[in-house]
């Protein structure tokens, strides 16, 4: 997968250089392009925002420098694809990110990323390569964080360790919370008793049936107890 990410914080991203998403990108499963905003802009100071027409708090990120930037990645051909890269703009204002994207989008050859700050991106940079291509606004959370590299951090990482490969042992994919709409069961390892709490008796049973059934039941509860709304009507 190709990912670029269009920022003015380029070192922001320099973490990807580590951990199994590096490991990723030193093995040719993912190719990152990490491209500073203010590399397009024409003035002396770089500017990459102005004030909001109809006034208002805070400043907006300029379009001039999101259409250079974003042209120098995707071709400045005006044709719109369905099927080029998806332009990705972390938005609070966006769709909710989840596992059930970040699986559609591992899917993808291509993502584009642009990392707003300030108040935002004029509107006029979406919409324009909405009607050039695929855009998706995506929400992290009902939150709002002071820029989008968070996010896209975030999104990369959910959306990376799902490409075939990045993940040593693809069955520890399946297991994880979310994958089948439960949170996942609790974990122990060795030593089988610590600090007066000893681990499940059935996980050391050796019965293998039993342990899927403990499993499959403590993924219940604690979707019960903690994220209810995650339930199907016929087991809430
Ligand atoms: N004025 C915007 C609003 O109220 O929707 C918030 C702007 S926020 C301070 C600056 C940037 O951070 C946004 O353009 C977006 O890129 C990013 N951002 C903030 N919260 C986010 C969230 N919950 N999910 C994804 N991106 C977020």
């Keep these: 997968m190709r990912i670029d990410i269009v ?3 380029p070192e922001f991203f320099d973490v990807l250089d580590l951990s199994l998403l590096g ?3 030193q093995g040719g499963l993912i190719e990152l392009g990490v491209h500073n905003l ?5 003035d002396r100071h770089h500017s990459v925002d102005d004030t909001p027409y109809g006034g208002g708090a805070g400043m907006v990120m300029k379009p001039e420098p999101w259409g250079d930037a974003l042209d120098a ?3 400045a051909d005006p044709e719109s694809t369905d099927d080029g890269p998806i332009v990705i703009f972390p938005s609070p ?5 989840t596992q059930r994207m970040a699986r559609e989008l591992s899917l993808e050859q291509h993502l584009v990323f642009g990392c707003g700050r300030y ?3 004029d509107q006029r940079v979406v919409d324009h390569y909405a009607q050039r291509g695929r855009v998706r606004l995506v929400s992290l959370g009902d939150y709002v964080l002071n820029g989008g590299e968070v996010a896209v951090m975030a999104m990369i ?3 990376g360790r799902l490409i075939p490969g990045v993940v040593g042992n693809p069955e520890s994919l399946v297991e994880e919370s979310h994958e089948d709409g439960l949170l996942e069961y609790p ?12 681990v499940p008796p059935v996980l050391r049973s050796g019965n293998h049936g039993a342990i899927s059934t403990w499993r499959h039941q403590q993924q219940i509860e604690r979707t019960e107890r903690v994220r209810p709304d995650l339930l199907p009507p016929a087991i809430s």
């Design 187 to 198: 974990s122990y390892t060795k030593p089988a008793s610590w600090r007066g709490l000893d």
């Design 38 to 42: 203010r590399d397009h802009t024409h």
């Design 23 to 25: 490991k990723a990108r």
């Design 157 to 159: 990482e959910a959306i």
């Design 119 to 121: 108040e935002g991106i």
């Design 73 to 75: 990645i995707l071709g």
């Design 93 to 97: 204002a966006g769709d909710q990110f």
């Design 7 to 9: 920022t003015i914080f």
